[in-house]
């Protein structure tokens, strides 16, 4: 039987963009807030950024699923997708509506949590592996 995660469309580039992308602005945004700077422009730039680089890998879940690969949790696997595409522009709106520091610590917080997420739809998925 071949490994559920072999050809898995949540591993590999399509995955570490998204995750390296969100760590830089993490550490892009944590340091605005530390010296007490609302977000700029860049920054909620760089959540769309962010914001494409997650909708390409859920296109690559959505092929997958159309070729007939499935998760081990269908409905986890669902809701990560589709809490991972929804982050990026909630942090946009409540970044733009608190023009403070602690915009920037919004923009900090949702792209630490985006790495968390798209490993755990990376392990929803290996649960079907044999």
């Known amino acids: 039987m071949i490994h559920a ?9 399509v995955a570490t963009v998204p995750i390296v992308l969100s760590l830089i602005l993490a550490a ?3 340091v605005a807030t530390v010296r007490d700077r609302a977000p ?10 962010v914001e494409v ?3 390409v890998l859920g296109v690559a879940a959505a092929v997958a699923l159309g070729g007939g690969q499935r998760p081990g949790e269908p409905g986890v696997f669902a809701g990560y997708l589709v809490t991972l595409v929804c982050l990026p522009p909630l942090a946009f709106v409540l970044a733009r ?3 403070t520091r602690w915009g920037s610590g919004i923009v900090t ?4 949590v985006i790495p968390v997420v798209v490993v755990r739809l990376q392990q929803t998925w290996q649960v079907t592996g044999g």
């Open 5 to 13: 995660t072999a050809a898995s469309p949540v591993h590999g580039p």
């Open 28 to 30: 892009w945004a944590l």
């Open 40 to 49: 700029d422009r860049w920054q909620l730039i760089g959540l769309g950024v």
């Open 53 to 55: 680089a997650l909708l």
């Open 97 to 99: 509506m608190e023009p």
């Open 109 to 112: 917080v949702v792209c630490l």
